[in-house]
């Protein structure tokens, strides 16, 4: 091949090349484009193999030529693909465009749940009385659990069918089935005075049903100094009572019986719907019961070394989807958990 034949060519290819990078449409075309054009196997390509085969005092012009057509090339394709790009960001500058002079989409703001609600408000009951908050772990030693308040090895509870036991421990450890633990675990490391509350979940072997479920939230109180009484039980419960459901109703205690406390009792609170008179709410009696209290058992003293002797204490527990469902008019404890908007629409959850 002689130069005037690869000056021919190397015309051919540029004008080829050309025409190929202006049919490109967008990004992708215009790379396909470029491999055609530019590749190892492009004309181009093949045209410079030409270069060997013409009189070497012409092959530096023709060397100049194909750099020429080559540069004049990738400066098509640069300047197409600038193109592309600026259409692109253009587009999406106008697809992202947002006019700040409208009013913002309708945002829905969250709440608090109704459980933690009536937690906080329950805490912050007794932490006005003087009462502090303590936690404990929820993966608790049975010894805690059980033995420490009381509950003999025979006992119902500590049956496999009513406590989630952890694998391996051969009943060692269990889901704590009570904040009861917390109040030993209090006792164990401080002297008296003590004025607790313990909230926190529990867990137990409880089939799902309107009332009931197998893991819970629990809230226990505990009062350990010189000269209690079950007067000062009766008259700290109906100030929580009071403030909780309303002043102007009455509360009363019922003999019952719990291992950790004796005497031991639960607690009613006048029905709020029917003040008394008897409701569906109330199942016709005219009282909720809403926990369980009673004076510390001198057991339990002796398990953390105490002096029955000289210190009494009472202690109550209650279950707060309990109290919540109580106040709140709710039939089912299960809506609690069910995620659904609307019941913490309806109790001003969400706006």
């Known amino acids: 091949m002689d130069a005037q034949e690869l000056s021919e060519r190397f015309a051919e290819v ?13 990004l992708g075309s ?11 196997k492009a004309p181009l390509a093949r045209a410079r193999q030409g270069l060997r085969e013409v009189a070497s005092d012409e092959r530096a012009a023709m060397g100049q030529l194909a750099n020429s057509v080559q540069a004049e090339l990738e400066g098509a394709i640069e300047e197409k693909g600038r193109s592309f790009e600026a259409a692109e960001r253009e587009a ?36 006005g009385l003087g009462y502090k908050v303590e936690e404990g772990p929820e993966v608790e030693h049975s010894k805690l659990n059980f033995d420490a308040l009381n509950t003999p090895y025979e006992h119902p509870s500590r049956s496999p069918q009513d406590t989630f036991f952890v694998k391996g421990t051969k009943e ?67 100030v929580f009572a009071h403030h909780l459901f309303g002043s102007d109703l009455e509360v009363r205690l019922r003999p019952h019986f719990f291992p950790f406390t004796e005497p031991s009792a639960e607690m009613d609170v006048q029905c709020f719907v029917c003040r008394g008179s008897g409701c569906r709410t109330c199942k016709g009696e005219g009282w909720i019961e809403i926990l369980g209290c009673g004076m510390v058992h001198p057991k339990l003293y002796e398990w953390v070394g105490y002096d ?3 210190y009494t204490g009472f202690a109550f527990g209650m279950g707060i989807e309990r109290i919540t469902a109580l106040a709140h008019g709710i039939a089912d404890i299960r809506l609690l958990y069910d995620n659904d908007l609307r019941v913490a629409s309806q109790f001003g959850g969400l706006r």
């Open 92 to 127: 999406r500058w106008e697809r992202e465009r947002i006019d700040v002079t409208l009013p913002p989409p309708e945002q829905r703001e969250g709440y608090m749940h109704l459980l933690t609600q009536t937690l906080w408000e329950i805490v912050d009951i007794f932490i």
């Open 30 to 40: 215009l790379e396909e484009a470029r491999v055609r054009v530019m590749g190892r």
């Open 14 to 26: 540029r004008a080829e090349g050309l025409e190929k990078i202006r049919a490109a449409t967008d």
């Open 308 to 310: 029955a002797e000289r």
């Open 172 to 238: 060692e450890v269990c889901l704590r089935t009570q904040t009861s633990p917390v109040q030993i675990r209090v006792m164990e490391a401080q002297q008296p005075p003590i004025y607790g509350v313990f909230p926190g979940r529990v867990y137990r072997r409880d089939a799902l049903d309107a009332t009931h479920t197998a893991q819970f939230f629990q809230m226990e109180g505990l009062a350990v100094d010189e000269g209690i009484t079950l007067g000062d039980l009766k008259g700290t419960l109906e």
